[in-house]
């Protein structure tokens, strides 16, 4: 992955985006910092599909991936089936 300085991908966006589609990600740096990285369309929608769970692998998660409030059980008296005559 190539390190681009933020005044460099600005001055030069075109061959910034160019590199991206033929290379892959490239990364930008601020003041010598990773600030943000660059990706192919493809790239993003491949790793948006890997980080949204199926359905299959929630339900057959060890924990729960959200927050439920489930009422307690045993709380609720039933009525009784009334007799048949």
């Given at each position: 992955m190539n390190a681009w300085s933020v005044q460099d991908a600005k001055a030069r966006f075109s061959e910034f985006l160019d590199t991206c589609i033929a290379e892959g990600p490239q990364l930008v740096t601020k003041r010598g910092a990773n600030a943000a990285v660059l990706v192919p369309v493809l790239?993003?929608?491949?790793?948006?599909?890997v980080a949204r769970p199926s359905l299959k692998e929630l339900l057959l998660a060890p924990s729960p991936y959200g927050d439920l409030d489930?009422?307690?059980r045993g709380g609720?008296?039933?009525?009784?089936?009334?007799?048949?005559d």
């Open positions: 790239e993003w929608e491949r790793l948006q599909r489930l009422p307690a609720v008296r039933r009525r009784l089936p009334e007799a048949l």
